[in-house]
């Protein structure tokens, strides 16, 4: 195993945005709603945290506080946004297609593309906080159609396994990107193996709750692990351990040169 980098808990980037002042037509909510964010990798001022990760710009791990505090609506191109919902509830509004109005709750994930541009906007309708991670990734082609999709991972039904949720798998949201997004949650200890597609892909290993050995890396909550250059992963996990891994493939330098050519301010 190659390990690019371990990224503890505590070394993540952190933001708190008030819904005040020249925040409020950002973000949503009364004076005292804000957004936690702790950021795994960073993205111009959206972002603080180490480089991206293949084609990963962003990976949040966000919390919106008060009744109606999020995102207003706001404009992307040449994204993908994912978003993996653990508690609370989302409304995500977009204008993709024929224009969406969802809902989502715990287990519940989406993929919005924004391609050739798009609009989306996200609340915490309730008193409750919502809870979620968010994923940006560089599309492989520029000026798609937008698109949105979302489903639901059970956490009961689909425990001790690694399950696809994003990527080219049986019941897998598609993505347009060599890109994939895994869930495990497991309630029995035991050794379980990640295989990605090659050694030129790069998988991060993010782990939310419990605790997760990989060769001489022991991980606990919040604590991150990229990894290149290896066919498979072996990881010892303990009970009441939940995991994501998110695989890339890994794009060369002029790739990426040639895609930030093509952002403006709103991502």
Same mark, same amino acid.
């Given at each position: 195993m190659t390990q690019s980098f371990l990224l503890r808990a505590k070394d993540r980037g952190h933001d708190v945005i008030y819904s005040e002042g020249s925040a409020s037509s950002y973000v949503a909510g009364h004076p005292s709603s804000f957004i936690s964010r702790e950021s795994s990798f960073n993205f111009h001022q959206y972002q603080s945290g180490r480089p991206g990760f293949g084609a990963v710009r962003v990976w949040g791990d966000e919390t919106f506080h008060g009744a109606g505090c999020g995102y207003n609506m706001h404009p992307h191109h040449n994204f993908v946004i994912c978003a993996f919902v653990l508690e609370g509830e989302l409304t995500h509004v977009n204008t993709a297609g024929r224009g969406t109005v969802d809902q989502l709750r715990q287990g519940d994930y989406y993929v919005f593309s924004a391609g050739s541009g798009g609009k989306h906007c996200e609340l915490s309708i309730g008193p409750e906080d919502m809870h979620a991670f968010y994923l940006w990734?560089?599309?492989?082609?520029?000026?798609?159609?937008?698109?949105?999709?979302?489903?639901?991972?059970?956490?009961?039904?689909?425990?001790? /396994?690694?399950?696809?949720? !994003?990527? &080219?798998?049986? +019941?897998?949201?598609?993505?347009? #990107?060599?890109? /994939?997004?895994?869930?495990? !949650?497991? &309630?029995?200890? +035991?050794?379980?193996?990640?295989? #990605?597609r090659s050694p030129q892909h790069g998988v991060f290993v993010f782990v939310v709750d419990g605790e997760l050995k990989s060769g001489d890396v022991t991980l606990g909550r919040r604590d991150s692990l990229g990894v290149s250059g290896a066919e498979t992963i072996e990881c010892q996990m303990a009970d009441t351990t939940d995991v994501f891994f998110v695989e890339t493939s890994m794009p060369d330098n002029a790739r990426v040169r040639e895609w930030e050519k093509h952002q403006g301010d709103d991502g």
């Open positions: 990734l560089i599309p492989n082609q520029l000026y798609l159609p937008p698109s949105y999709l979302r489903s639901h991972f059970d956490l009961r039904e689909r425990r001790n /396994r690694i399950v696809q949720l !994003v990527g &080219d798998a049986d +019941g897998a949201l598609p993505v347009p #990107q060599d890109l /994939r997004v895994s869930r495990i !949650v497991t &309630d029995l200890p +035991g050794t379980y193996t990640y295989t #990605q």
